[in-house]
T-cell receptor
Framework: GAVVSQHPSRVICKSGTSVKIECRSLDFQATTMFWYRQFPKQSLMLMATSNEGSKATYEQGVEKDKFLINHASLTLSTLTVTSAHPEDSSFYIC????????????FGQGTRLTVV | DAKTTQPPSMDCAEGRAANLPCNHSTISGNEYVYWYRQIHSQGPQYIIHGLKNNETNEMASLIITEDRKSSTLILPHATLRDTAVYYCIVSHGQNFVFGPGTRLSVLP
């Protein structure tokens, strides 16, 4: 199947700093990528939908100024957690799909963010 | 909110078939049923999806009832590596909403 690569897989940062997470579709073009967050023992929660060449659409309750999303090309979307705090510590996961509807989404391996 | 209902947990003996049920009584006519699984600390892995016909691939089979209000994912010969959380999702294919899923434990 198609491959989505997420980097880094694990990051520890100090409170107040910013962290960038990359999501790449390796062998297909994705006009839409999705960003999820998962807290321990909980399910994935959609944070935002990232559209190539346009502004991301954020879910209710997700601060767009804190979680900056850039989707500059058909194979790369980035999520930047700005001014990170310990409560931002979580497992962040991206997904990407082919441009046509009713196809499966492919997920990255996730990024474990720990803010100390 | 997720539009599916799954049992929170299930056990299955190694080598036996695992049958994971999912209710989706409010599914609309053009929504597909997708199944993913998540092994601890990894991203979700696609398993299978279908609209109304039964589907089979190298990983599993998907049985969808005629009224499309429920489905069953079948892992024909479960192994210890199939221990994971299994998510049933209904979607047009552009927005995947994850519920709590079913935690499947394959026992030796």
């Amino acid at each position: 199947g198609a491959v989505v690569s997420q980097h880094p897989s694990r990051v520890i940062c100090k409170s107040g700093t910013s962290v960038k997470i990359e999501c790449r579709s390796l062998d297909f073009q994705a006009t839409t990528m999705f960003w999820y967050r998962q807290f321990p023992k909980q399910s994935l929660m959609l944070m935002a939908t990232s559209n190539e060449g346009s502004k991301a659409t954020y879910e209710q309750g997700v601060e767009k100024d804190k979680f900056l999303i850039n989707h500059a090309s058909l194979t790369l979307s980035t999520l930047t957690v700005t001014s990170a705090h310990p409560e931002d510590s979580s497992f962040y996961i991206c997904s990407a799909q082919f441009t046509r509807l009713n196809t499966e989404a492919f997920f990255g391996q996730g990024t474990r963010l720990t803010v100390v | 909110d997720a539009k599916t209902t799954q049992p929170p947990s299930m056990d299955c003996a190694e080598g036996r078939a695992a049958n994971l049920p999912c209710n989706h009584s409010t599914i609309s006519g053009n929504e597909y049923v997708y199944w993913y699984r998540q092994i601890h600390s990894q991203g979700p892995q696609y398993i299978i999806h279908g609209l109304k016909n039964n589907e089979t691939n190298e990983m599993a089979s998907l049985i969808i009832t005629e009224d499309r209000k429920s489905s069953t994912l079948i892992l024909p010969h479960a192994t210890l590596r199939d221990t994971a959380v299994y998510y049933c999702i209904v979607s047009h294919g552009q927005n995947f909403v994850f519920g709590p899923g079913t935690r499947l434990s394959v026992l030796p």
